[in-house]
Structures are given as C-alpha cells and as structure tokens.
C-alpha cells in the first residue's frame, strides 16, 4: 500500500466568509471526472454567512475549475434558509444526481443545535439532476421526509444498488420545541424510479441513549449486501466507544445489531475492491489528530492491516469522555474530518477530508491512494 500523492483543492477564501470548508463530497463520472463540492462558511459553528460550493477536475486533481455555487434553494413555508451541504450520485453518462442539505435561517440568531433541549434547527434534504457532468443542474426538489419525524441531516452521498433503486442517508434529531426525550436515529429512504421519487424511510438505528453517529454506509459489490460504520457515543456512561458496524443482506432494509470493530474514531465511508478485500478510513483525535484507511479481507474478517494518511501537528481534540454538550462543543474545534472513500477502480481509492492551522480556516485535502498488496520477497536458494 502506499500514497501516489496528497493535494488539496486551490482556495481563493482565505480571510473571507468562506474560508471554512468542511463536509467535503467527491464522485468519480464515467468520463473520468473528479466532482467536489463542501460546505462554504466564515467560521465552523454558527456562522452568518454559509453556502454550498464545488468544482470539478478532468485531470485526477492536477487542475479545477473555479469553485461555484450550483444552485439556489427556496424559502419553505415562508421562511428563508442555507445550504450546509451536498453530495453527488453518478447515475451513469454524465446524469449525476445532487442531495443537499436545507437549513431553516429565519432565526439566524439561533445555535444549530440547542443545548438546553438537544434540538436541532429545521433541517430538510433537496434534490436535483446535471445531465452535463456537474455544470448546470436542474431546479431542486424538497424530498418528503415529513414521516421520519424530526430535522434530517445528510451523512453522506446516495447509494446506488445492484437493482438500479438509489437509498438517501440522513440522521433524524429532535425538532426545537419537543418536550419529549431525543431518541437519535440513523435512516435511509429510496428511489425506485433514479432519484425522481422517494418513498418509504427505513430506521437503520434507533436505540435509546445510544448514538449511533455520522453513518457511512456502502454497498459492496454485489448490489445487494451494505456495510454502515458509525461514530459510537453512550450516553447513559458519556463515553465514545470505538467505530460500530452494522450489515444489511437484503439492499437495506434491514440491518445488524452494530457491532464493535476495535478501531476507536469517527469512521469514513468505506469501499470494497474487486479482490474482495474492504477499506474503511477513520480519524482518531485522542492524542492528535490521525486519519488512517484500515483494510479486512472480506466482509465477516477483522480489520487487521493499515495505512497512515494524514497526521496533524494540533493537539488532541476529543476528550473520549464526554457529555452530549461537550460532544457539540468539541466538534465546532475540530481542525481536521470527516475523512471518506471514494474507489477509483482497480487497487486505487481516493481519501478526502477536511483539514486546516485553525478549525475556522480549512481546506479540502485529498490523497490519491494505491491498495496494492505488499509483496513479499522470498530468497533464492537454489
């Protein structure tokens, strides 16, 4: 295994109102195109000004466009709101599918996330269609997810499977106002028809005191099987537990209990290569920040072998013990995240995140990466 080389995307915002860049997205087009796109905002946590941007690169990363913001979402109900994020589904030639992610900024005076109550803001999921590889994109769409009962945030891009039906992952948290007790929940709803309709949200976690966190789910080669990572908090001891994973055999509708992987952090999305082998990428802040690709043999095997990617030079920034407001706290001080997978075919995958000096100047970085296995040498002896 070894890096090919690390980049990041040019920035022209340092000092702006988008010199934050968090919640990176990257999508691999059939032309060979690299689209990318991120949260744009003047700080990490609460910031006035925030918006969606991306570009795109036709030469692997060695040159991007001018970064954009694709579209513009409409007021809901009357009120007005921002974009935090957006992420990209190939649907084959140069049709890509965007999710993004609509955020009530009526009161733009609020916090996102209300420590007296655990609320979040309205938080609602658009959608809409490039039919020329990311350029220009078609009206956006407000997905119904009225039955899921609370604020969803996106966790990552849709999945699309063997059957061709396309699953859009959110969170569901607590609306502000709710007296009742924030029971936290990972979900998915699909598509049967290409992203044009969505019906029929499926719970993939919903256990009292239990935050099952920042799913990342993938299907793996056979269409049909998925493997979802979390971020691992409990709430009943304030402790995070190291990455959990759970299993779905039937295109998720049903998922495993989740279970303890032995890799303490916040997960990535993972990837499967065409030998088999699964990689899953992490960031462990305990001591500094350190993102790692970890590798297992197949899909009910150990992770047992990894690669360092990144290392930076900040202190730890979790705290591993911690109540469910300090968990907030420490996430709008982190400097470095949200590392994911993207396969680029072959032995060959792509992680990216977010990293930075300062947690409220950061950039989109990203590391082009061989999964080639080491070979071992043996002597000749005859």
């Known amino acids: 295994m070894r890096i090919i080389n690390k980049s990041r995307i040019p920035s022209r915002y340092h000092g702006s109102v988008h010199q934050c860049k968090t919640f990176p997205a990257f999508e691999l087009l059939p032309s060979g195109r690299w689209l990318a796109g991120w949260k744009a905002a003047e700080k990490k946590t609460d910031a006035i000004h925030k918006t969606a941007q991306m570009t795109w690169s036709d030469d692997q990363g060695a040159t991007w466009v001018p970064a954009f913001e694709p579209v513009k979402l409409p007021n809901i109900e009357g009120k007005p709101g921002q974009i935090i994020s957006l992420y990209f589904l190939s649907l084959g030639g140069d049709r890509v599918l ?27 999921i658009f ?75 499926t719970i993939v976690t919903n256990i009292p005191d239990m935050y099952y966190w920042d799913q990342r789910p993938n299907v793996l080669l056979d269409g049909t099987t998925l493997v979802n990572y ?71 095997e150990p992770f047992s072998v990894n690669l360092e990617v990144h290392r930076s030079a900040q202190p730890r920034q979790d705290s591993q013990k911690v109540s469910m407001n300090e968990a907030w706290q420490e996430m709008a001080a982190f400097s470095v995240g949200h590392p994911n997978l993207l396969y680029l075919g072959g032995t060959e995958v792509l992680a990216y995140y977010y990293a930075g000096l300062h947690h409220d100047c950061t950039d989109i970085c990203y590391a082009h990466i061989s999964l080639e296995k080491n070979k071992v040498k043996t002597l000749n002896r005859a």
């Open 230 to 300: 979390f971020w691992t908090l409990d709430g009943k001891k304030n402790t995070y537990l190291n990455i959990h994973e759970s299993k779905s055999i039937d295109g998720g509708n049903t998922w495993s209990q989740p279970m303890d992987t032995g890799i303490y952090g916040q997960p990535g999305r993972p990837v499967q290569l065409q030998d088999g082998r699964i990689a899953c990428v992490s960031i462990d802040r305990t001591s500094l920040p350190v993102i790692t690709i970890w590798i297992k043999e197949g899909l009910n």
């Open 98 to 124: 965007m999710v993004l992610n609509w955020v009530d900024e009526s009161r733009p005076d609020l916090p996102f996330y209300d420590p007296k109550d655990e609320s979040l803001k309205d938080t609602r």
């Open 127 to 201: 959608y809409c269609f490039s039919e020329n590889g990311g350029e220009s994109w078609s009206d956006p769409l407000l997905m119904d997810t009225s039955g899921v009962g609370g604020p969803v945030p996106l966790t990552g891009p849709p999945i699309r499977l063997g059957d061709g039906s396309v699953l859009c992952q959110f969170e569901v948290n607590k609306y502000k106002g709710d007296p009742n007790k924030w029971i936290h929940r990972s979900a998915m709803i699909r598509s049967l028809d290409n992203g044009i309709t969505w019906k029929n949200p």
